[in-house]
């Protein structure tokens, strides 16, 4: 074979390889089921964009996520490695949501989410991945239970690095532990004496326990809708006591005369409210 020939073969190789990586770029993704794949390492799984979860009758909302991954989101993050452009979001029960996974590593990341209903998602989860840069979407829908479920990419070690974000349904079920930007992390490093008086950092490593939520007390608690119902039935009662004890009066008479009483009180606050009124008004005129 003579140089040009081997010329000619080294080019049409080239061609060929760029016409691959091309084409990979641009074939649309095999649909297995509910798993698409390309052969750039693209992958969806879990894709549901119609079913709706048990007792969702509805679409609630349709929310659109873009996240990076890569080293770049983990500088904010003391000892992360790797991270997600952000580490929480917060849809509404039965929300439909479409996440575009944008990779700007030369590696491997993925958007990986588990414990959603096994009838709809294959092992109960969602999960699309890029590998090296390039950016894939994928869509399903959320279950109508509050509940926070983790996300995370499994490659090794970038979870354990900083890949880690919740994604609050409602209320949530409580905070994760070790999300960056969001929960205290999941190890931590105490010094517990300085390296010149000889001491060794000691790691101590927390459960993978959902840490408690603080509750904010409501306003339609039982107690206090049993405190309302025992106040409006037991009120006549009372004021027929309280008349008859020290009026004289009849429960009716009584819920007059403090009706009038609460009237009185509120004619002199208009009255009150309208004279300040007089007062500012040739102020204003005068200006
Ligand atoms: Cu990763």
Redesign the pocket.
């Known amino acids: 074979m003579n140089k040009l020939s081997k010329l000619c073969m080294v080019m049409l190789w080239l061609v060929l390889a760029t016409f691959q990586v091309h084409a990979a770029k641009k074939m649309p993704m095999m649909n297995h089921g509910r798993m698409l794949m390309d052969m750039s390492g693209k992958m969806v799984m879990g894709q549901n964009t119609d079913q709706l979860p048990s007792g969702c009758r509805k679409i609630s909302d349709d929310v659109k996520i873009i996240v990076g991954?890569g080293h770049k989101y983990a500088r904010p993050y003391p000892g992360t490695m790797?991270g997600y452009s952000e580490h929480q979001w917060k849809v509404k029960p039965c929300a439909r949501i479409t996440v575009t996974l944008k990779n700007d590593d030369q590696i491997?990341?993925?958007w990986m989410l588990h414990d959603l209903p096994e009838d709809l998602y294959p092992k109960g989860m969602f999960h699309i991945e890029v590998t090296g840069p390039g950016e894939v979407t994928g869509t399903f829908i959320v279950p109508k239970v509050d509940k926070t479920y983790l996300v995370h990419?499994d490659?090794a070690q970038?979870t354990e690095k900083g890949?880690k974000a919740q994604l609050v349904v409602g209320k949530g079920s409580g905070v994760l532990p070790g999300i960056p930007g969001i929960s205290e992390p999941a190890v931590k490093y105490v010094q517990s004496q300085s390296p010149a008086e000889g001491g060794t950092p000691v790691v101590i490593v927390t459960g993978p326990e959902v840490m408690p939520q603080v509750e904010e007390p409501s306003l339609l608690s039982g107690m206090l809708v049993l405190g309302l119902v025992v106040a409006i039935l037991g009120t006549p009662f009372i004021l027929r006591w309280i008349g008859g004890r020290f009026f004289g009066m009849s429960g009716r008479e009584l819920s007059g005369y403090i009706f009038e009483r609460l009237m009185a009180v509120f004619c002199l606050f208009i009255r009150l409210f309208m004279a300040i009124w007089d007062w500012f008004r040739p102020q204003q005129r005068s200006l």
Do not use: D, K, T, V
Request: some cysteine; aromatic content about 12%; charged content about 10%.
């Open positions: 991954a790797f491997r990341h993925q990419c490659i970038h890949m």
